[in-house]
């Protein structure tokens, strides 16, 4: 079972999106085993973004997301990293088609509303910089076997 990161960003807290994206991924059958509301500090801000160290858009990237708070998430099931990938669309929401998170609430490429790990390797590597093991809750949600055969 795979696992990724998700972290509604500082626009979309904001913005009162967290009931709206995280009702999303419950409807798509999702299962949900970490949550919390928390400040990304700058040190956090830059281990995760790290592989934009040389990109233009950097330090507007650790600015942003360090403003405000987020809501970081994991979440688990089969091909959980692609699905979520999917589920948000593009990075620049006028790119996104509707339907997607950043389709339907976003139009700003730097304040898209949705972080999302790229691969199941990075996933790993995101949620230990985000969680201790100890905020990972396993159990079994109800119905369980009528999303997943
Ligand atoms: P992703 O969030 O879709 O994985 P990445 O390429 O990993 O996209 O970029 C990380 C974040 O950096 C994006 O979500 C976006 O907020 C910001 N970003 C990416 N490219 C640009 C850009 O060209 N200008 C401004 N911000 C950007
Ligand atoms: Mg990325």
Redesign the pocket.
């Known amino acids: 079972m795979e696992r990724t990161l998700v972290l509604i960003k500082p626009d979309g807290v904001q913005r009162g999106m967290v009931g709206e994206v995280v009702g999303r991924f419950e409807r798509r059958g999702l299962h949900l085993v970490g949550l919390k509301l928390m400040v990304v500090e700058r040190g956090l801000a830059e281990r995760h973004?790290a592989e934009?160290r040389e990109r233009p858009?950097f330090e507007?990237?650790i600015d942003f997301i360090s403003s405000s708070p987020v809501v970081a998430m994991v979440w688990e099931g089969p091909n959980v990293v692609s699905l979520v990938r999917s589920m948000m669309g593009p990075?620049n929401p006028a790119l996104a088609a509707p339907g997607t998170i950043r389709g339907d609430l976003g139009v700003d490429?730097?304040q898209?509303v949705v972080?999302g790990s790229?691969s199941p390797a990075r996933a790993d590597e995101e949620i230990a910089l985000f969680f201790g093991p100890e905020e990972l809750v396993s159990w079994e949600r109800a119905g369980s076997a009528w999303i997943y055969p």
Do not use: M
Request: no cysteine; aromatic share 18%; glycine share 10%.
């Open positions: 973004y934009h858009f507007a990237v990075t490429i730097g898209n972080h790229d």
